[in-house]
């Protein structure tokens, strides 16, 4: 964020509220809006050294944001690898679809109990008393999926759920401002390799016989997943629509995925040399 950009921002955000509000900012260096002429919008800044405390995103909307933008990453490279692809090689295009799709899923009720949380409106907190059985089984799909992408990736002394989500060692990476010239070029490219793509879906378009490996049914259901994808980017189903479809899809991976562990592990069970001999050698 720069002060031009911030700038642009409020001026935008002016115009689309069309009614009074305030905005809460803190004091980042490039929150500059001086000699600037809003006409519903008032600005606050939070008091020093209180972010953490006050600001509605870090009391759980930033976290609940990278839960669902890790759950997209985790199942990208489950994918990935089931292709024999490369699941660490992201764009940036990529990565900020990605991040539409974690903010447009969020729940109404997250930004209310963190508002809540934070005591600036005066209400209850019961966001402790939120927690329900639904989010509980969330919890667990998201532990099963990153348990075998472990798995799979054949990762050693991996890190927990826990610490996976909280991206601690992300803190303080600094990132190049990329120019103009180079954000249309990676554009560009990007969609270069979507036309790419469809143009692949088409030529190896699956026949109507289902008579498929497990390995090859999972090759199926990401194809899928990227043509649904491929049309909630070109605006042709709407985001929820591609949410509650592709919740079906994975579904149906993560049963296909439990029965491959589950027979690779039955074959890699131990045996004992005795089994290799008739029963009557060995009286």
């Known amino acids: 964020m720069t002060g031009q950009l911030f700038r642009n921002y409020l001026l935008r955000f002016d115009r689309y509220v069309g009614r009074s ?10 929150h500059i809006f ?23 995103l870090d009391a759980g909307i930033i976290s609940a944001f990278k839960k669902h933008y890790r759950r997209i990453q985790i199942r990208h490279d489950l994918e990935a690898i089931e292709k024999e692809k490369d699941p660490y090689q992201i764009d940036q295009l ?7 799709r974690a903010w447009n899923i969020l729940e109404n009720s997250t930004f209310v109990n963190c508002w809540k949380h934070t005591g600036i409106l005066g209400l209850k907190d019961d966001a402790s008393e939120m927690t329900s059985a639904a989010d509980e089984a969330d919890d667990a799909e998201l532990q099963e ?37 180079e954000i249309l070029q990676l554009v560009q490219e990007t969609e270069e390799d979507l036309e790419q793509q469809k143009a692949e879906h088409v030529i ?7 008579n498929y490996s497990m390995e090859e049914s999972l090759m199926e259901i990401a194809k899928v997943k990227e043509m649904l994808e491929f049309a909630e980017a070109n605006e042709w189903i709407k985001e929820r629509e591609l949410e509650t479809t592709s919740n079906v899809l994975r579904k149906l991976q993560r049963k296909f995925r ?12 131990q045996r004992s040399i005795v089994e290799f001999f008739p029963q009557s050698q060995q009286n």
């Open 21 to 30: 509000v305030i905005l809460l900012v803190d004091n980042a260096s490039s």
């Open 34 to 56: 001086d000699d600037l002429s809003l006409t519903y919008v008032k600005i606050r800044f939070l008091p020093p050294n209180t972010t953490s405390k006050l600001q509605p």
């Open 94 to 100: 990529t990565a900020m679809r990605w991040s539409r």
């Open 145 to 181: 999926e990153y348990d075998q992408f472990v798995q799979v990736a054949k990762i050693q002394d991996a890190m927990s759920l826990n610490e996976f989500l909280k991206a601690e060692f992300e803190e303080g990476l600094e990132q190049e401002e990329m120019t103009d010239e």
């Open 204 to 210: 190896n378009a699956p026949s109507l016989c289902l």
């Open 258 to 269: 439990e029965t491959m562990m589950t027979e690779k592990a039955k074959k890699e069970i």
